[in-house]
Every structure is written in C-alpha cells, then in structure tokens.
C-alpha cells in the first residue's frame, strides 16, 4: 500500500479512537470504553505493521517448489519413493496432500475412498467431475482396481473385501504399482536408475496428466525433473 494511503488510514483510525475516548467520558462504563479504544490502537499498529513488511513468498510455497512431504510408508525402493513425491507436487501439492480430493477440499475419513464426484473447473475437461483423491489424486475406479492388486492389508474376504484409503495404503498401493513391470510394459525402476526420468514422466503423463507431458499442466510440471533430484538425494540419504 503506498504511503500515503497507510497515512490516511492511520488518520481515520486515530479519529474513531479519539471519538470512542470522549464518549467514554460521560458513559458509566468508562472502563468498556477504554478497552474499545486499546483494542482499535491494536489494530492501528498491525494494519501499520503489516503494509509496512515486505510480502513474501510463504514458508510452505517456498518449500513445494524444492520437493514435497516425506511418504508416511516406510522402506521401499528409494527410486519409486522419490518418484511418488515427485507425482505429489503437481498433483496434491498441500500441507494434507493424503486427504485432499480435488478442488481442494479435504477430507478426514479415509476409511475408504472418498468417492465425492466434484465438477472440473479448468482444463480440456471442464463441466465433467472427477473422484481424485489423495496424494495420488486417484479416482474412484482406479483406486478399486489398483486396491485390489496392490492393497496389502484389505478387510473382508471374497467380493466383500475393504480397501482402506488411510495414507499409509494410498503410498503403498502407488509403489507397489509404479514397482510393476507388468503394469507399464517398462520397468520403471530400471529407467530411474539409468537416469531417465523425463521418459518415466512421460510415460506416466497418460495417468497423472499434470506431469509435464499429459493435457493438464500446470505452473509445477516444468520442474518436476529438478524436484525428483532433489527428493531422490533425500531418499538415498
């Protein structure tokens, strides 16, 4: 804001305080009075305070640009972990990414997946809705089928079987399936080692369509290559 404006605020401010002050002279609260006015003089020193810090970028922002959360599974192959983050930033890039659905929203229940159909807002498929959801932003039938390959604790037995969508099971479904040579006709792991993950992300860009090569980019998917780096040295560690 520039100065002039602050000045000008200060200076309407500053007259309310000295209004409420007289008034309080001849009310029998005097005391409620004063405190209205200590208040209002609080708020005059953040509102001066706060235009005159410098804006910028926030801690969590600033951080989502070099990498994302640690995984809540343990072990692994540190190649598909660093993988799996790397999927997180341009997919479920926020401080609860295991319990976002899309648009934004979160959810507390992961009982199972949360099959809540929103309506797409931007992209080549406005006016449809989709089901993604979680860290890997999969949808509903995905995550059924994937579940039922990959899910290695599901409740139930026979066709009644339950797949939770805790975070726990959202990662280790998404490794075990990346992990899968027989599911991407290429092993994945292998191309990671030989240092071909702009080729993995392409590969991967018909499922996770944010990943630099797929019908929905977006202001991540160009560094998506540095940020798997940079999550892969945390991996090996």
Known sequence: MPLANKVKNCFYLGCLILVLSRLGATDRTQANSWQRSQQLWSRLSQLWNSESTPRTLSSDLATSIYGTQPLVMEGGDPYIRALMRTITASEANVSRPYHVIYGGKLV?????????????VAGPNTGN????????????FTWDNKAQQYHPQPSGFW??????FEAEYQDAVVHAWLSDPDAWSRDIPQLLRQGEINNVLRLLSGTWTSLGYGIETNSMSDLLPQIYQNMLQEELG
Request: proline share 3%; net charge negative.
């Open 159 to 164: 066709r009644w079987k339950n797949y939770s």
């Open 108 to 120: 507390n229940d992961l009982e199972e997946h949360p099959q809540q159909c929103v309506t797409i």
């Open 129 to 140: 809705c989709t089901t993604a959801a979680g860290r890997y932003q999969m949808l509903d």
